[in-house]
């Protein structure tokens, strides 16, 4: 890859917003001073990943995963560093020069980024052939007219053409520079039994499928032929890039429109998703033609908790609804259910209605899947008490699948109205039906337990490899944020003392005198260093050292201009408020004692703004510039020890002064240097016993290390008096 520029990595670096970027994967909700929503990278249905817009980063406090702008994408994409750069920088439009990758660089590259690569290439040439060749208007474009989609839809959604040839695409593809390696890997061309090679998608109009980012990871192929022996619709095949169980067409289009109306409308196919966008329904995905998967269904939650179904009138259609349905209320959505007019699907009934009616229609006629599903189960059962039971007890086994026992309350009251049984039969028989599936699912875990304990006795595994020097270091910053390694005893000390510095560093703390008497301010990581220094102590924990150092690093060259940088920005914004708020006063005040009155808290009030705004650029400087940093150790230690689960609820604060973390620095930052110096001496000790025990019937170094062991057993003593009776200390994560 190309290498990006420092100007525009800290460019893309300043402009990329937290909020705005995990909006784009997450439908985020305002909570307190920070935002919160469901986490993208795993299962839960009780939001625990946190945004905040002050440090500018974002953090799962049940996965743990999460981090800046650049480390979220480099999470939820699956790409690297610079690959997650340029995602921000095409969201912001900020402008990196690329050039052509080299044959030795091109196989350098990460396999990842050589197939969207690849990709990105078969989708220019898809759309351009359906613009510029004649096979490519006379076909394609022909089929989507006579389907009656508009060159908006087809510009929108970048549908294509792949040429009636045997190897067209991968004849281009080579000559650009690109391999069959990854042309075979993405699925674009298959290799025969015989040898022989072709293009996937020949003769077949296209339909990319877009990550959330925008990236084409996939592609759906329909033929236009007659022919029932081939295949009406052709898939990209599960790969590195692409799991079809997890991806929506068309909600790369849809999720702003998904977001603003607070529903997701669930179709079949990708004409489906087309015609109803060009009816201007955009809030619509599909599920590609397959059935719902779980991880459809999570992708879905994360925007929206309301969804409403759409499947054809025809059996198959009210089947894939059921199936459906059990998934989506399982995940705690809220699920309405729509069946379209006899004879019509989406896309025909959004091509022969007028846009206002398709709304209209499903506003109308969407019901609750209680209402639906009894519809479907209970017809021609009136004379068949058997059909019945079996349909009630289909019934009250979806409503045992809804994890929220409110709405599961609401609808067995729905059943008991419709039934005519009563609630607490019906409560009862749902408590049951929870209980067996309970039970299935315990016994599915142990099953899968003993085979995995069986699998990993059985087999032998082979002597771990030294790792790369990069694979070290990102295992490295990964144990630096679950947990330090139990040999080092002094991991849990060395990182409250990081933590210190990474929160607050840049703040004043106290004033220090030197050995010639002049006084002179310090913050909290000269303060740090300079009891460090005084015992010659250092971080023994590789990643929290090379964090340290890291912070050390950026305080010294670019803390100077920073600073002068914020105040010129905050004095400039306290001029403007000042002037404004004078206009404001002349035009108001009703005599010279109000005005000197409101002067005076005017005068007040800019001032708070300047003092707190540079306190705020001071505290979040040091998290926000490493929590970006390239390197993978550092980026993620910072992020593991700047983020905070909870905040203090302003009930507490509203009526009194309640003393923080931060009011306390004075105390805290030299109880941790104390803290770890105690430790050190500790483990010295521990060594010194054992070196003792084994030392035998030498008198000599039974003397020397009894002295050794008082002269440390004093510093402790001198230590003590400073510690006193300690009931805290840093906990052993």
């Not at 008497?517 to 250092?538: C, F, K, R, W």
Request: with cysteine; aromatic share 6%.
């Amino acid at each position: 890859m190309a290498r990006i520029d420092d100007a525009t990595v800290r460019k893309i670096n300043d402009t990329a917003d937290i909020v705005e970027v995990v909006s784009d994967y997450v439908r985020l909700k305002k909570r307190g001073s920070g935002y919160i929503g469901l986490c993208p990278f795993h299962n839960e249905r009780t939001p625990s990943f946190s945004v905040s817009k002050s440090r500018n980063f974002c953090k799962c406090f049940s996965c743990g995963k999460g981090g800046s702008p650049v480390g979220f994408i480099m999470e939820v994409e699956q790409v690297d560093y610079p690959g997650a750069l340029r995602i921000l920088a095409r969201k912001y439009g900020i402008t990196i020069e690329e050039r052509e990758l080299t044959d030795e660089e091109r196989h350098e590259a990460s396999e990842r980024e050589s197939m969207l690569a690849v990709n990105d290439f078969a989708i220019r040439w898809f759309e351009r052939n359906i613009q510029q060749t004649q096979e490519g208007r006379d076909i394609g474009l022909a089929y989507f007219r006579q389907r009656g989609i508009d060159e908006r839809m087809i510009e929108r959604f970048h549908l294509g053409y792949s040429l009636d040839r045997r190897d067209a695409l991968r004849t281009e593809a080579l000559r650009a520079g690109y391999t069959d390696e990854f042309l075979e890997k993405t699925g674009l061309i298959i290799r025969h039994e015989g040898g022989g090679i072709s293009d996937r998608f020949r003769a077949r109009v296209i339909y990319p499928i877009f990550t959330l980012s925008g990236k084409v990871v996939g592609f759906g192929g329909r033929t236009l032929r007659s022919d029932k022996t081939m295949a009406k619709y052709v898939n990209s095949p599960e790969s590195v890039i692409y799991h079809k169980s997890t991806e929506l067409y068309g909600l790369y289009q849809a999720k702003p429109s998904i977001v603003r109306k607070d529903k997701c409308i669930l179709v079949e196919g990708y004409m489906d998703v087309i015609s109803m966008h060009q009816a201007g329904i955009e809030n619509v995905v599909a599920s590609s033609g397959t059935s719902l998967t779980e991880g459809q269904i999570r992708l879905i939650h994360r925007f929206t908790e309301n969804v409403t179904v759409i499947y054809d009138s025809d059996p198959a259609g009210i089947k894939a609804s059921l199936r459906g349905i059990d998934l989506l209320l399982a995940e705690g959505l809220m699920v309405k259910v729509l069946l379209l007019p006899d004879g019509d699907d989406p896309d025909s009934f959004a091509q022969s209605h007028p846009s206002s009616e398709v709304e209209r229609y499903i506003e109308e006629n969407e019901g609750d899947f209680v209402k639906f599903k009894t519809d479907i189960l209970m017809k021609d059962t009136d004379r068949d008490p058997i059909a019945r039971s079996r349909a009630m007890t289909e019934i009250v086994r979806t409503i045992a699948v809804i994890p929220e026992m409110m709405l599961r309350t609401t609808y067995i009251a729905e059943c008991s109205r419709r039934f005519g049984i009563s609630e607490e039969l019906l409560t009862l028989q749902v408590r049951r039906e929870m209980a067996a599936r309970a039970e299935r699912q315990a016994t599915e875990d142990r099953a899968r337990q003993a085979r995995r304990s069986w699998e990993e006795q059985s087999s032998t595994a082979p002597a771990a490899a030294t790792p790369a020097p990069d694979v070290a270091r990102q295992a490295a910053g990964n144990a630096a944020v679950a947990q330090a390694s139990p040999a080092n005893r002094l991991a849990p000390y060395e990182r409250e003392i990081l933590r210190y510095v990474l929160r607050y560093g840049p703040l004043y703390l106290a004033d220090m005198t030197d050995d010639q008497g002049h006084t002179y301010p310090m913050n909290v990581i000269e303060v740090v260093a300079s009891l460090l220094e005084q015992d010659m102590l250092q971080f023994s924990y590789p990643p929290y050292a090379d964090t340290y150092a890291a912070a050390r690093s950026l305080m010294a060259r670019a803390w100077p201009d920073y600073i002068a940088r914020q105040r010129q920005r905050l004095e400039q914004a306290r001029d403007e408020r000042l002037e404004a708020g004078r206009e404001e006063i002349r035009r108001t005040a009703m005599d010279m004692a109000e005005i000197e009155r409101c002067e005076q808290e005017l005068q007040q009030s800019v001032t708070s703004m300047v003092d707190e705004g540079m306190e705020e650029a001071s505290r979040t400087f040091i998290s926000r510039e490493l929590g970006v940093d390239s390197d993978d150790t550092v980026r993620k230690v910072t992020l593991s020890l700047v983020s905070e689960r909870h905040k203090l609820s302003k009930i507490h604060s509203k009526f009194s002064r309640v003393e923080t973390e931060r009011d306390k620095l004075i105390e805290l930052v030299p109880m941790a240097i104390y803290n770890l110096k105690e430790a050190i001496i500790e483990q010295r000790l521990a060594a010194l016993r054992e070196e003792l025990r084994r030392c035998g019937s030498d008198p000599e170094a039974c003397t020397r290390i009894l002295s050794d062991m008082g002269q440390l057993n004093e510093s402790k003593k001198s230590l003590a008096a400073y510690l006193g009776e300690r009931t805290i200390t840093p906990r052993r994560h």
